[in-house]
């Protein structure tokens, strides 16, 4: 067993609706709310449900959404069918598109994954808990009035609105493959919220999340970023992520933090191209851990789903302090997992374009940029 900080238990709420599975983006597309139900599933066959308090979230409301997004917007995604096909119009305006669809009970989806990441802010607020967890959030896309890439309501930017009612200092750590551009952009102008994203950058989803963008006026020097090229590796990405997130948390000293730990950073993701492992990943929710800071998990992307559902799974473990063992216990979803079923994956032999001249000019620019904050 380990000694210090780590070893110390922490009081553990997870947030999840039943029906959550049941949404469906239509055939073909990548993102399956189902996965947030095989992480589930397994998260209840390991006995990690008995070891934290599990709490079926409120669906959030009208004026929940509209603390950040617009009434116009809210009103259409409340009255948006798709059996009364969008005027193309109206579609193009809050970019309802091949990527952000609208399908079956759209708006119900919005209010359940948003009322889970409002109702963990307000647990972390009353202190009822160290850490609060909701896999089917973090949905980093979604901007005040319009739609983008797989989201509609930015859930995160909601709950950290949330955190601020009771916390000075909220940190945004996110480390989905794409970058968190909409909670970026609505902190981009505060010293109160500071948004550190790890992403691969150079053609590819949103395009956003150069290392030059820092943030800008009373927020300059408090948004982060970190671009990365394909392939990297757990050791690569803790060079920078280790460092990087001592230093910010040094220099900011957050009273909350909230980790967006999107999947589609792992090896082998269908939308991906990142070569990290199950542990690997799970190293970010283990070192922000250690802090002993009241801290929420969320999910976000992750397309192959047997490793979202592992991964999220080990996480929950991590934030236990249980290490759950590689071999699966048998479930209804065991048949996702062969034909090895365990937890843990190999990673690739694929090329990691990262050289170590690479990281270390990133690292160093984002080290000297956090120091302009030390006083
Ligand atoms: O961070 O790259 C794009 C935009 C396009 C290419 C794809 N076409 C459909 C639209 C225009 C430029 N979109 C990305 C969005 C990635 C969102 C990541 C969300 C998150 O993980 C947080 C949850 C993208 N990549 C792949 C697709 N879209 C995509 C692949 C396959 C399909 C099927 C359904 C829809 C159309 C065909 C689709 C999108
Ligand atoms: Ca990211
Ligand atoms: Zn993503």
Redesign the pocket.
């Known amino acids: 067993s380990t000694s210090g900080a780590d070893a110390v238990k922490r009081r553990v709420s997870y947030f999840y609706d039943p029906d959550v599975g049941n949404y469906y983006?239509?055939l073909?597309?990548?993102?399956k709310p189902h996965r947030i139900r095989m992480t589930h599933a397994l998260l209840d066959k390991y006995g990690l449900l008995d070891r934290m308090k599990v709490v079926h979230p409120q669906l959030a409301r009208d004026r929940d959404l509209c603390a950040f997004h617009t009434d116009e917007y809210v009103a259409f995604l409340q009255s948006a069918k798709p059996e009364t096909l969008t005027n193309p119009c109206v579609a193009r305006r809050f970019n309802i598109?091949?990527?952000c669809?609208v399908f079956y009970r759209l708006f119900e989806f919005c209010q359940s994954y948003t009322g889970a990441s409002v109702d963990a802010a307000k647990e972390l607020n009353r202190s009822n808990a160290d850490i609060v967890i909701n896999w089917s959030g973090?949905?980093?896309?979604a901007k005040r009035s319009e739609a983008?890439?797989?989201?509609y309501v930015n859930d995160i930017v909601l709950a950290i609105l949330k955190l601020l009612e009771n916390h000075d200092r909220v940190l945004y750590v996110d480390i989905?493959?794409?970058?968190?551009d909409g909670v970026e952009e609505a902190f981009f102008t505060t010293d109160r919220v500071m948004t550190v994203s790890f992403h691969k950058f150079g053609e590819?989803?949103?395009g956003t999340g150069h290392l030059l963008d820092n943030g800008y006026g009373k927020g300059k020097y408090y948004a982060v970023n970190v671009p990365l090229n394909d392939g990297i590796d757990d050791e690569s990405y803790h060079y920078l992520f280790k460092p990087i997130i001592a230093k910010v948390m040094e220099v900011f000293n957050p009273d909350a933090v909230v980790l967006q730990c999107?999947a589609?950073s792992l090896s082998g993701d269908r939308?991906g191209c990142f070569n990290l492992s199950v542990k690997g990943h799970a190293e970010c929710v283990r070192y922000l851990r250690s802090f002993n800071v009241p801290l929420m998990l969320l999910?976000?992307?992750?397309?192959t789903l047997r490793n979202v559902a592992r991964c999220w799974c080990y996480e929950t473990g991590v934030a236990l302090h249980v290490e759950v063992t590689d071999k699966m216990p048998d479930h209804e979803y065991l048949g996702y997992y062969g034909p090895d079923y365990n937890i843990h994956v190999a990673t690739s032999n694929m090329e990691n374009k990262n050289s170590r001249k690479s990281l270390d000019d990133i690292k160093a620019k984002i080290l000297d940029n956090l120091s302009k904050l030390q006083h």
């Open positions: 983006y239509g073909g597309h990548p993102m598109t091949d990527d669809p973090g949905l980093h896309h983008s890439g797989f989201c989905d493959i794409h970058h968190g590819y989803f949103p999107g589609d939308l999910g976000g992307g992750g397309y």
